[in-house]
C-alpha cells in the first residue's frame, strides 16, 4: 500500500466535499446531504486506485497535488486507496513492480493515465517492459480508466508532428475508444478529476460524456462563452499588438491568438490555484489545450483563428470596423419593428 489510513474525515468534511461536488454536477444544492452520504458509504471501502505515468512532463500529478476540496492528504488517505503512483509512492523498484501486480492481480480498481503512449517499440520503457504492453495489462483490468491530461487524451504535445515515436492517446492507443473517461487540458484542472471520481464513485457510473469522451459538465462549454472579456469581442474591441493600450484595458485577445472561441472547457468557472485565476485573467490566451491535437491545430499559438463570428448578423471579427455600429443599430432598429408589428397583430386578433 502507498500509504496508512489517515485518522478520517469528518461529517462536516463530507457535507463539503459534497456542497462543492453538486455544484459541479450541477445539481441543486439540496442534493448534498445525498450525496454526502454515497461518498461517505464509498470511501469506507477506499476505492483503489493504479495512476500510471508514460510520455509526458507530469504536470497533472503537479495539479493534482494542488487540490484543496477535498485536500490531496484526504483524497489519498481517507477517500482512495492509491496503490500506485511512481510520482508520490514510496516504493521503488522490484517493490514497486510487486505492488502493480498485486493490484492488478484484483482487478478491482480504476486506472488513471497520465502521458501518452509511444508504439513504436524501444520508445517507451518502464523497468525493461514496453510502455504500450504495460496500459494493454493494467487498464485492461481495470473496473474504469480515465485519461488526464492531455497527453493520456490523443497524445498532446509529445504527439506533435512529426512524432517520431507514434505517440497515442489511452483510447487510440488501446482501441478502447467510447470506453475511457477523457479529462483534457494542459495539464487537467485538479476539480475535474476530483468531480470525475467523486461522481463515479457516488453514482456508480460514469458521468455524461460527449462525443470525444469528455464529462459534460466540465467540458459542455466553450471558453468564449464565458470569457470576461467576452463583453470587448461583441463591442468589437480587440488587443492588436501586445503592449498597447487595449491590452492594459482588458480588450479581447482574439486578434493575437487567443482560441477562446473554439475551446470547449471551463476554465472561466473552475480557475486555478484555489480559484484564484486562470489563463485568460492573468493576461494570457487561451492557447486550447482542451481541444484535441490543440498543439498542432492551433499552431501558432499567438496565430489569430480566422473569421469567428460576431452577434450582428454575417458580420466576423475579422471585418469589424465601422460596420459594427451599423450592424448593431440595424439590430435593434429590426428587433423593435419586430415589436411593434407582432404587437400589432395580437391586438387585431384580440378584437
Not at 468534511?13 to 446531504?33: H, R, T, Y
Not at 495539479?63 to 483524497?75: E, N
Not at 459538465?217 to 468564449?224: A, P
Request: hydrophobic share 40%; glycine share 12%.
Amino acid at each position: 500500500m502507498l500509504t496508512k489510513r489517515g485518522e478520517g474525515l469528518t461529517r462536516r468534511d463530507f457535507m463539503k466535499i459534497a456542497g462543492g461536488a453538486v455544484a459541479m454536477f450541477g445539481l441543486p444544492q439540496a442534493f448534498a446531504p445525498k450525496l454526502a452520504r454515497a461518498l461517505e458509504k464509498a470511501a469506507a471501502g477506499r476505492p483503489k486506485v493504479v495512476w500510471l505515468h508514460f510520455a509526458s512532463d507530469t504536470g497533472c500529478t503537479e495539479s493534482f497535488i494542488k487540490t484543496d476540496t477535498p485536500s490531496t492528504a484526504d483524497l489519498v488517505l481517507d477517500i482512495l486507496s492509491v496503490d500506485y503512483h511512481e510520482s508520490i509512492m514510496a516504493a521503488a523498484g522490484k517493490q514497486a513492480d510487486e505492488v502493480l501486480a498485486k493490484a492488478v492481480a484484483g482487478k478491482d480498481y480504476i486506472c488513471v493515465v497520465e502521458g501518452g503512449i509511444p508504439t513504436v517499440p524501444g520508445h517507451g520503457m518502464i523497468g525493461g517492459r514496453e510502455m504500450l504492453d504495460i496500459a494493454k495489462e493494467v487498464c485492461g483490468n481495470a473496473k474504469a480508466v480515465v485519461a488526464i491530461g492531455s497527453c493520456a487524451v490523443d497524445g498532446g504535445v509529445p504527439a506533435a508532428a512529426p512524432n517520431p515515436s507514434r505517440i497515442l492517446g489511452v483510447g487510440e492507443a488501446l482501441r478502447m475508444q467510447g470506453k475511457v473517461i477523457n479529462l483534457p487540458c494542459c495539464p487537467v484542472n485538479p476539480e475535474w478529476l476530483v468531480g470525475t471520481v467523486v461522481y463515479v464513485l457516488t453514482m456508480g457510473k460514469a458521468p455524461p460524456l460527449d462525443d470525444k469522451g469528455r464529462p459534460t459538465m466540465f467540458y459542455g462549454r466553450k471558453i468564449h462563452d464565458n470569457c470576461p472579456r467576452r463583453t470587448h469581442f461583441d463591442g468589437g474591441r480587440f488587443v492588436e499588438p501586445f503592449g498597447s493600450k487595449e491590452e492594459a484595458m482588458g480588450y479581447c485577445l482574439y486578434k493575437v491568438g487567443c482560441k477562446g472561441p473554439e475551446a470547449w472547457s471551463e476554465c472561466p468557472k473552475t480557475r486555478w490555484n484555489s480559484k484564484e485565476s486562470w489563463c485568460i485573467e492573468i493576461g494570457g490566451l487561451c492557447i486550447g489545450c482542451a481541444e484535441n491535437k490543440w498543439s498542432d491545430n492551433f499552431a501558432p499559438f499567438y496565430g489569430k483563428l480566422a473569421n469567428v463570428a460576431l452577434p450582428y448578423g454575417d458580420l466576423t471579427a475579422d471585418k469589424i470596423g465601422v460596420g459594427i455600429a451599423i450592424a448593431t443599430g440595424a439590430a435593434i432598429a429590426g428587433h423593435a419593428v419586430g415589436k411593434a408589428v407582432r404587437g400589432e397583430k395580437k391586438k387585431e386578433g384580440n378584437a
